[in-house]
């Protein structure tokens, strides 16, 4: 289905990818790993046929760089954060069928798809987060594209928003649908992926199982911790006082801990009076270097 041959982009002087090469079957989930800056961002854009790129790549038999918008087609794209107009999910779904000239019937089965039949009527700023992120996977499956590309889909969301888009995109892998997706959450690329692509500074590092990647890489276990907007800044002096390694993400905030140790933050900002709304264990290295802290 995806075929990349020596895949190479440069900025300026910054190699972005280093002849990367790899094959996706039809059919597979295959996650991108790897930090910030180590190219899955990049592979996206050019198999969306966004940027130029040196090397071959193709897209269900479609050369990129010959014909980015016939690959385009083939391919439902979901961002890590979709911006959308203020009219209803149903106005919004028939807008972006007139855009992609598809049947109009397609809004009712797609919204079917997603979970979202009942909030039709809706207007898009009153959906919650998940809700949007589901309306995003909605407008990728108007075409009834073959391939799903999804840059970090749960990124901002809580933990049952992301357990139900996981859910929702697994359904649509095993009705077929190739899925090529961006993570930095192993307990994603674990429920979601059939192999992982791993990243590194530009350069295919390895290819693996996602039960296999822990072990390979000697990731770290990690809690993730929400607290309201305005106990933000006190958490991280908590936890920066304290020695734990943490990084802020959205909403959420990042902290190592040991296989024993899991329960330790959440008791240091309860002694602290900082209320937290939600909490969640991820195995998995997912710190930029340079947002380490601790």
Known sequence: MIIAKNLTKRYGKITA????????????????????GAGKTTTLRCLLGVQGF??????????????????????????????????????????????????PQRVNDVLEQV????????????????????????????????????????ANLDVKAQR??????????QSGKTIV???????????????VIVLSDGELMLECRPHELAEKLGLHRWLRIWVATQHKENTLKVLDEQGFTYMPNGRSVYVQVNLGGKIAPLRLLEMASIPVEDFDLIDGELVIQEENHG
């Open 164 to 173: 139900d888009f996981i859910h929702t995109v697994q359904m649509l892998n």
């Open 115 to 154: 979970q979202l039949t009942a909030h039709g009527s809706k207007r898009v700023n009153m959906l919650s987060g998940g809700m949007k992120q589901r309306l995003a996977l909605a407008v990728a499956l108007l075409a009834d594209p073959p391939v799903l590309v999804l840059d970090e889909p749960t």
């Open 17 to 36: 990818l280093n002849n990367v090469s790899f094959t996706i079957e039809a059919g597979e989930a295959v996650a991108l790993w790897g930090a910030n």
């Open 54 to 103: 040196e090397g071959e790549l193709t897209v269900n038999g479609i050369n990129v760089s010959r014909n980015g918008k016939a690959a385009r087609a083939a391919i439902g794209y979901v961002p890590q954060e979709a911006a959308f107009y203020d009219m209803t999910v149903l106005e919004t779904l028939r807008f972006y069928a007139r855009l992609k000239k598809t049947d």
């Open 181 to 195: 997706f961006s993570s930095h959450r192993l307990d994603e690329v674990i429920a979601l992926g059939s192999r």
